[in-house]
């Protein structure tokens, strides 16, 4: 791999959405270094994929954009996160608002399985320390579970436990939760890799539904599936004693019609990875 640094050449951000930038962002596990110098541009209000083998970064690459790796005991970074130009790892930023601002999705879903429907879309308010009257909170369910695809599922059982849902709906739920605090920018970690075909379609349709209103950075191994719901691509490769890095990256069509790099030819085809 060449030590050059490759910075995602995007459409300029939409003005009325928050877009997610990386300047040469590193980052290490005690002594061991993941990443090496990560440039990416991910424009407002669109769906960037990041793609690549196992073990080349992206997900750990995801958890720094909203400051979710410096909670692994040894873990650090450098380089910059800019959320709308400002770096959110900067002095006085509180996580917290970072969190909120920038949501998460992840690989299984994780609702709290004791709390209702209900109770687990509010409780991404309680966590978020927004505090609401009844008549505002019931409307902010409402709305959050419409925007994730499952209002009509679950309208009439809004009490019922978060974890008699099936596995795809969950999925859907956890999306509510997120969305619940109208985060600018919504993080998805293989979201759909836990679930049935059917599933994965419905959580597709959501996250189609859901581009345009804000951004969202969705980590995939199934390509099939980074080029029906991304229009923006990232591929990242790591070597066997070498960190990962992003070898290529632009428009999906591009990445996957047309590719710069050999080696995302190679993966994007199936000859290896």
């Given amino acids: 791999m060449t030590d050059d640094t490759i910075t995602a050449v995007l459409p300029p951000l939409d003005g009325t959405l928050s877009g997610i930038e990386t300047k040469a962002v590193s980052a290490w596990f005690g002594e061991r270094k993941v990443l090496d110098r990560v440039s990416l541009g991910m424009t407002a209000g669109q769906v960037t994929a ?107 059982r809004l009490k019922a436990p978060g974890g008699s849902l099936s596995g795809g709906q969950q999925q859907r739920l956890c999306i509510a939760r997120s969305l619940a605090v109208s985060p600018d920018v919504l993080l998805m970690d293989e979201p759909c890799s836990a679930l049935d075909p059917t599933s994965t379609r419905r959580v597709e349709e959501t996250i189609a539904e859901l581009q345009g209103r804000l951004t969202i950075v969705i980590v995939t191994h199934n390509m099939q599936q980074a080029q029906r719901v991304s229009q923006s691509c990232a591929f990242f490769l790591a070597g066997h004693d070498s960190p990962g890095r992003i070898v290529e990256a632009g428009p999906t069509e591009q990445v996957f019609g047309s590719p710069a790099d050999r080696r995302t030819a190679d993966y994007v085809n199936g000859r290896f990875g």
């Fill in 50 to 156: 990041l793609i690549g083998p196992s073990g080349c970064g992206k997900s750990t690459y995801l958890r720094i954009l909203n400051r979710m790796h410096e909670m692994v005991r040894g873990a650090t970074l450098s380089g910059e996160v800019l959320l709308d130009g400002t770096d959110i790892y900067a002095l006085g930023r509180r996580p917290a608002e970072v969190r909120r601002r920038i949501g998460m999705v992840f690989q299984r879903p994780n609702p709290f399985p004791a709390m209702s429907i209900y109770e687990n879309v509010a409780s991404g308010l309680k966590l978020a320390g927004v505090r609401i009257d009844r008549a505002e909170r019931d409307a902010l369910v409402e709305t959050s579970l419409q925007r994730a695809g499952l209002w009509g599922e679950v309208s009439n």
